[in-house]
């Protein structure tokens, strides 16, 4: 038996789904007299997990593969940075604020500058077990702070 983990290919279906925009707009809200409910995500997955990033710390600085991430800010600011891979144009830049949610493809070289202490939620297409999150990323150095 191969150590070599198994990852699904990313089909041309799964890829019409995606969100053409890094932030994607979130559908409205469940409220009655208890709270509210918001919808964040309604696709098939086999990770979330919740993210502690200390202000002025970096991410990601990777692709993946197949991979692909919804991220749900729940506490503070995420300068994100993003291109397509094998593009070596500056990337762009989108500010991530508290209460909203992001995407990322495959094939996108992205890394994340946390501008405040963030907290937030990663809900991913792989497995979240070591092995298979690194067969599946390449790492890069997209973004460092000490150049910005």
């Known amino acids: 038996m191969s150590d070599t983990p198994v990852i699904r290919p990313v089909t041309d279906e799964e890829k019409a789904a995606f969100p053409t925009e890094v932030i994607v707009s979130l559908k409205d809200s469940f409220d009655d007299e208890r709270g509210s409910i918001i919808p964040l ?3 098939t997955m086999e990770s979330a997990v919740m993210i502690n990033s200390k202000k002025g710390t970096v991410r990601a600085n990777h692709y993946h593969k197949t991979d692909w991430h919804y991220c749900y800010v729940v506490e503070g600011k995420i300068d994100y940075y993003h291109r397509p ?14 209460g909203e949610l992001f995407f990322t493809p495959p094939m996108v070289d992205h890394a994340m500058h946390f501008v405040e202490d963030t907290i937030f939620l990663t809900l991913g297409r792989n497995s979240r077990e070591q092995a298979v999150y690194e067969a599946d990323i390449e790492r890069i150095n997209l973004f460092d702070p000490e150049n910005a």
């Open 41 to 43: 995500v309604d696709v």
């Open 85 to 98: 891979t094998g593009n070596e144009d500056e990337p762009e830049k989108v500010t991530v604020n508290k």
